[in-house]
T-cell receptor
Framework: DSGVTQTPKHLITATGQRVTLRCSPRSGDLSVYWYQQSLDQGLQFLIH???????AKGNILERFSAQQFPDLHSELNLSSLELGDSALYFCASSGRVGHEQFFGPGTRLTVL | GDSVTQMEGPVTLSEEAFLTINCTYT??????LFWYVQYPGEGLQLLLK?????DKGSNKGFEATYRKETTSFHLEKGSVQVSDSAVYFCAFNAGGTSYGKLTFGQGTILTVHP
């Protein structure tokens, strides 16, 4: 158990819909990262938040957004969903930027 | 740009065989290097890490040495077990403007037979 929690574990929705994925980092970790894992793209970095502020963006679509709240949990919002958004979405946290990241169990999103 | 190239799989071995999974990277600066493992149906777990040249990371019988001259971080284990069957990912954090982002290889599927 990494100490990072993600909910829900599975999510099935239809094209055009909007979903929210939630992540709670390890106790004391200020950094939260989001990654997408798909068969064709592999593991791709989406976005990094540190203590409530966005610090880096990767290959994140404009339809996707994230935020980190004062209690340090983070949410990834995916809107206008397309079939190609079906993937595993991982959240990770770290105590210091550049140090090892601890991953949650992931949320499997299926868009029908 | 930054990238990681991993040995293509799948890799199939018998129990107690020697394992090597090659990993080379392209990065600016002095990255920190990691190996993560993903067991079926689970998230990624950190297996080992190395933060500077010539460092050797080790854990659970796995080892990898940070070779700056060859930009490599090959994973080795002297005697694999059935329980080592998983997907292995090489990754690095380049620091600087990448600011914490991990860049991953495509993953190598390892299957160990009794």
């Amino acid at each position: 158990d990494s100490g990072v929690t993600q909910t829900p574990k599975h999510l099935i929705t239809a094209t055009g819909q909007r979903v929210t994925l939630r992540c709670s980092p390890r106790s004391g970790d200020l950094s939260v990262y989001w990654y997408q894992q798909s068969l064709d793209q592999g593991l791709q970095f989406l976005i990094h938040y540190y203590n409530g502020e966005e610090r880096a963006k990767g290959n994140i679509l404009e339809r996707f957004s994230a935020q980190q709240f004062p209690d340090l949990h983070s949410e990834l919002n995916l809107s206008s969903l397309e079939l190609g958004d079906s993937a595993l979405y991982f959240c990770a946290s770290s105590g210091r930027v550049g140090h090892e990241q601890f991953f949650g169990p992931g949320t499997r999103l299926t868009v029908l | 740009g930054d990238s990681v190239t991993q040995m293509e799989g799948p890799v199939t071995l018998s129990e107690e065989a020697f394992l090597t999974i090659n990993c080379t990277y392209t990065a600016t600066g002095y990255p920190s290097l990691f190996w993560y493992v993903q067991y079926p149906g689970e998230g990624l777990q950190l297996l080992l890490k190395a933060t500077k040249a010539d460092d050797k990371g080790s854990n659970k019988g796995f080892e990898a040495t940070y070779r700056k001259e060859t930009t490599s971080f090959h994973l080795e284990k002297g005697s694999v077990q059935v329980s080592d069957s998983a997907v292995y990912f090489c990754a690095f954090n380049a620091g600087g403007t990448s600011y914490g982002k991990l860049t991953f290889g495509q993953g190598t599927i390892l299957t160990v037979h009794p």
